[in-house]
């Protein structure tokens, strides 16, 4: 299937998985009996290895933050299996389900939303504690150790706070240490930085980097930013319409991107230089609609590549000599 | 959690959220909300000592020295608000009917925001048919023509007080059900609810933790509104005959006056004061529920 399949069983299994949404149906459609979705996602199949920290990129629409919901149980797929630890997710329920629930746990995109505005920081953070059913007397402890992991100093200052008290990055602190409280083994971090200052973000993502390695979590970072990618994940995995595209070492991807919507993503990180003359943007036009996407390829209709292949045939996720996998025809 | 943390100060359990602060300091910003609550305070201590207030029972035919029935007195030290044709002390009818006008109100409103609570929360978070179902009773509710239906609900079930505070409850629980339903929709989209089901919370622990409170302040903003609305459609319901001539109540004052066409004897002090005092009641009712509006939706203060 893969190269990237480790020795021993990876951690988190996907095979094959879909998302469909349904969508409100107009009266022809009632009468014609057609039940119109949005394919969200459309046969992802991905293993994450234990320890493994992946990136998943695309643009917004394509599906990654309902894969990392997936992922943690939070929506059920419409087609597909995922399984954690070798448990399918799919069958847990009641005490699975909560001890799933210990040892998988999302970090948000939006801090300020993210906390509940009438439960103080103390509050917020013990309550994963809480239901996970560890005694009170031990509450006050984890807290504060969850604290120091993500470098709150005082203390005393912050647990009596509400969220609204405090600075964004403060409280992506706050929303990482509640995530961490509970000492779990994979982590999901959907757009962690994007809603912060930029002055903020760099001490954030080195946060992240070191709770990693120090915890050994197994960790997905959602993100648009394949700039920020490179920095935290060693594997990246790029997304178009509900499928990968692209899998690959991130070093790899970044280098010798292989999948024209990969060329794309790597041609439009910002460059600090601004006098650098840089080539106009290889694709052009927006995500097609998720309720039709093309025939063939998702992508053809901005490939500058396309060819007649492509609207009659999937490009199925082949592995690569590079030792990664790419969908494209012209790789085939 | 390998590193050794020092341990903290124990830590107080319960403490006022800054939401229920702002509840209750809510009438001292707002003077509307605070006249509101003066007015009701007044009132309820009215209700709490009308005994003492007016001694005489409310319902007994009042006699005069010589012996005849005291009736179309004027206002006087003796009879404060005169009489009634049937030589009833007014000004006793006045006092003991904020008993019932208060007990009406209160308890349609507690049952009015109860109900609409449990149902717009129901409805709004589990969704699917039990949403569908609830929401079609609602709809059901809320065509029926309001004082119609009062009516012929107290004709069918008897025209007791308690009849009365179930039409309106009846007709007036599906208002705050649909517009808590709707807040409802948006809080559990909330990241800090899928954020409590990710740390393992139960759906009873998300629905009545992390959402209820914050639909709370709308519960009260119904119930103020319910209570103006039953006291009012008790009035109507009295007034127009339809309710219970054994109880005292400023509808059924309203109702006496007319049918012994004390207007034509010139007897304003039998209509005019339970008129007022209804007005009152129900006004100070809808100054408390715009005070808790605005605690609710903060973008409406300061206009």
Redesign the interface.
């Known amino acids: 299937m893969s190269t990237l399949v480790p020795k021993e069983r990876a951690l988190l299994e996907l095979r094959d998985v879909v998302k469909h949404f349904p969508v409100s149906r107009s009266l022809s459609e009632i009468v014609r009996g057609r039940h119109p979705v949005v394919r969200a996602l459309d046969g992802i199949t991905l293993d994450i290895g234990a320890g493994d920290a992946i990136a998943i990129v695309g643009e917004s629409g394509c599906g990654k933050t309902t894969l990392g919901r997936l992922m943690?149980k939070?929506t059920e797929p419409s087609g597909g299996a995922i399984a954690f630890d070798g448990a399918a997710l799919d069958g847990l329920a009641g005490e699975s389900l909560?001890a799933f629930?210990?040892q998988?746990?999302?970090v948000?995109?939006?801090p300020f939303?993210?906390?509940?505005?009438?439960?103080?920081i103390?509050r917020a953070v013990a309550?994963?504690l809480l239901?996970?059913g560890i005694a009170k007397s031990e509450h006050?402890?984890?807290?504060?150790?969850?604290f120091?992991?993500v470098h709150l100093p005082d203390?005393?200052r912050y647990?009596d706070r509400?969220p609204h008290q405090l600075s964004g990055g403060q409280l992506q602190r706050v929303?990482l240490a509640?995530a961490l409280v509970?000492?779990p083994r994979f982590l999901v971090a959907d757009e962690p930085v994007s809603m912060l200052d930029v002055s903020v973000r760099a001490g954030i993502l080195a946060l992240l980097r070191e709770v990693r390695d120090a915890m050994g979590l197994t960790a997905v970072y959602i993100s648009h930013d394949l700039a920020l990618v490179r920095y935290l994940c060693e594997r990246t995995v790029v997304m178009y319409l509900g499928t990968v595209v692209e899998d690959g070492p991130t070093a790899e991807i970044v280098r010798n991107p292989r999948h024209p919507y990969t060329r794309a993503l790597v041609a439009a990180v910002p460059v600090p230089d601004a006098d650098q003359s840089r080539s106009p943007l290889p694709i052009s036009g927006n995500v097609p609609d998720a309720r039709e996407p093309p025939s063939g390829c998702r992508f053809r209709d901005r490939c500058p590549h396309a060819f007649a292949r492509c609207a009659e045939e999937v490009p199925a996720l082949r592995t690569t000599a590079s030792g990664h996998r790419v969908a494209c025809h012209l790789d085939g | 959690m390998a590193e050794r943390a020092e341990p903290l100060p124990a830590r107080r359990t319960w403490r006022l959220s800054p939401g229920v602060k702002r509840l209750l300091a809510m009438p001292l910003r707002d003077p509307f909300a605070f006249a509101g609550i003066v007015i009701y305070l007044a009132f309820a201590l009215v209700a709490l000592s009308a005994d003492r207030l007016a001694p005489v029972d409310p319902m007994e035919i009042l006699f005069t020295k010589a012996g005849k029935v005291a009736a179309n007195m004027p206002p006087s030290a003796e009879f404060l608000l005169g009489t009634t044709n049937l030589g009833r002390d007014i000004y006793a009818q006045l006092v003991h009917g904020t008993r019932s006008a208060l007990a009406v109100g209160l308890s349609a409103a507690v049952i009015v925001a109860t109900v609409g609570t449990v149902v717009g929360l129901v409805s709004g978070y589990f969704g699917g048919w039990i949403d569908a179902l609830l929401m079609r009773i609602a709809d059901m509710a809320l065509s029926l023509p309001f004082l119609p239906f009062v009516i012929v609900l107290t004709g069918f079930l008897g025209a007791e007080t308690e009849n009365i505070v179930a039409a309106v409850a009846l007709l007036l629980w599906p208002n705050s059900a649909r517009v808590i339903r709707s807040q409802v929709l948006s809080l559990r989209e909330r990241a800090y609810v899928e954020a409590a089901r990710v740390t393992g919370a139960n759906q009873w622990r998300i629905l009545f933790v992390h959402i209820a409170p914050n639909i709370l302040p709308l519960s009260f903003v119904y119930a103020a509104i319910a209570i103006g609305w039953a006291i009012i459609t008790e009035a109507s319901v009295n007034f127009l005959g339809f309710g219970d001539p054994t109880s005292v109540s400023w509808g059924m004052m309203l109702q006496d006056a007319f049918s012994s066409q004390a207007l034509s004897r010139g007897q304003y002090a039998w209509f005019v004061p339970p008129g007022l005092c209804i007005i009152l009641v129900v006004v100070a009712g809808f100054f408390i529920s715009r005070g808790y509006e605005e605690v609710f939706m903060p973008r409406l203060r300061g206009r």
């Not at chain 1, 939303?113 to 103080?120: G, W």
């Not at chain 1, 006050?140 to 969850?146: G, I, L, M, N």
């Open positions: 943690l939070l909560r629930r210990r998988a746990q999302l948000f995109q939006n939303d993210a906390l509940n505005p009438r439960f103080t103390y309550e994963p239901n996970a006050a402890d984890r807290v504060a150790s969850a120091r992991r203390l005393e647990l509400y929303v509640r509970l000492g």
